[in-house]
């Protein structure tokens, strides 16, 4: 699934600025524990600058799914209801069909 880059930068951007790191360093693979390093206290004020950023609350119950940086930007995307689909395909119309006798 595509992700909208303002999102997915606004995110990066509120970690780095925790973290006190350049944002280009942050990918939407990392862990954040494992990889970023924080703890469960760094990982709420993390969630609440999230919050105030994108206007939105993070139940409780959510923030178990919410283990690397790109779920934290697909949750966010998806709470916004801004999930970029891809670009979709034209279909072909189809024939019509002759209304004619059959041909025996």
């Known amino acids: 699934m595509a992700t ?6 606004k995110i990066r951007t ?3 600025e925790y973290l006190k790191r350049d ?9 954040l524990r494992d990889d970023l390093g924080l703890d469960s206290m760094a990982v709420i004020e993390l969630l609440y600058r999230i ?19 790109g779920h934290v930007v697909n949750y966010v995307e998806k709470r916004l209801g801004k999930t970029v689909s891809p670009i979709p ?15 025996s």
């Not at 919050?51 to 940086?69: A, M, S």
């Not at 395909?89 to 041909?103: A, I």
């Open 51 to 69: 919050e105030e950023t994108f206007d939105l609350q993070i139940p409780d119950q959510d923030l178990l799914g919410l283990t690397t940086v």
């Open 89 to 103: 395909t034209k279909k072909r119309p189809r024939p019509l069909e002759s209304k004619g006798k059959k041909k």
């Open 14 to 16: 509120a970690l780095a």
């Open 4 to 9: 909208d880059p303002t999102i997915s930068l």
């Open 23 to 31: 944002s280009a360093t942050i990918l939407t693979t990392h862990h």
